[in-house]
């Protein structure tokens, strides 16, 4: 929040009466979270009570599957909640949720129309075969991105949650970033020790 209060005030706001206003306009901060899901709303509501201790007034605005899909599409919203999982390493599907070629779709949600985006994306797609220079690419699109504020974390989880069966064998090695579901085979040993009812 600290953070966040420094931002604002660079950016022409500060609290007054307890409100985020605007120093220009007088206005106060508000926006809209657009939603179609009450599963969101159960996540939204921890950040919209951080925002109002900041002053900040974020109404959550619930509505059917069809009409959220087509407000994405016409990018009718301030904000919307979106799981966004990245890769280990910056791949070509950077592209359609960042670049300005998918402005017309649901994909890219921030509405970003920025050309160094572009390029950075455009350039991590054609140089796959390029650790190198991949690696200077994704660093400077993160730069990017981070710098413009499109997206705030909302929440992470840092665990994979399974529930497993005792007659699944697997690799000694599991990789770095996957469960790695995919190499589990049927231990025919521990299939047979299991009783008859749940093999």
Known sequence: MRQAFRLLKQAGWEL?????TNVKTGKPMTFELLIYSPTTERIATPLQKNLKAMGIDMKIRSVDTTQYLKRLRDLDYDMVSYAY???SYPSP????VWNSAYIDSTYNRA????EAVDYLTEQIAVSQEDPEKLLSLGRALDRVLQWNFYAIP???LSAYRVATWDKFARPPVRPKYAL??????VDKDKAAKLPEKRR
Do not use: E, Y
């Open 16 to 20: 007054k009466d307890k409100v985020m």
């Open 85 to 87: 999982s990245a890769n």
């Open 93 to 96: 599907s950077l592209t359609i």
């Open 111 to 114: 509405g970003v129309k920025d």
């Open 154 to 156: 909302q929440w992470h």
């Open 180 to 185: 790695g579901a995919d190499t589990w085979w």
